[in-house]
């Protein structure tokens, strides 16, 4: 069972800048597809970004591309997103989730935290 623990939610204004981050809890994180989702209140949960195991590949929902940068530390079991120029659009609750190969799609993902508030002020 792999256990995921996000943080670095906040209050932020439009504008502004946030990064989040996500611990694993599992030896094999370092062979994962992490990924960060989304969900606004009365929305679906949606995708923002993931990364394939080394870094590699990456992807993004084309709402955050050029906004958001995913990364990942497999010495520190660690996967970030950064977050630029936000806006209130991003309010959101932000889960990161591993899995193992897949990459849009939440379905794809085995393994989801428990998510990490983030409002944006205009």
């Known amino acids: 069972q792999v256990q995921l623990v996000e943080s670095g939610g906040g209050l932020k204004q439009a504008g502004d800048s946030l990064r989040l981050s996500c611990v694993a809890s599992?030896?094999?994180?370092?062979?994962?597809?992490m990924g960060w989702f989304r969900q606004a209140p009365g929305k679906e949960r949606a995708f923002v970004a993931s990364i394939n195991w080394n870094g590699g590949n990456t992807y993004y929902a084309d709402s955050v591309k050029g906004r958001f940068t995913i990364a990942r530390d497999n010495a520190r079991n660690t996967v970030y997103l950064k977050m630029n120029s936000l806006q209130p659009e991003d309010t959101a609750v932000y889960f990161c989730a591993a899995g193992c190969g897949g990459s849009v799609y939440d379905y794809e993902y085995d393994y989801w935290g428990q998510g990490t508030q983030v409002t944006v002020s205009s």
């Open positions: 599992d030896h094999t994180f370092s062979s994962r597809t």
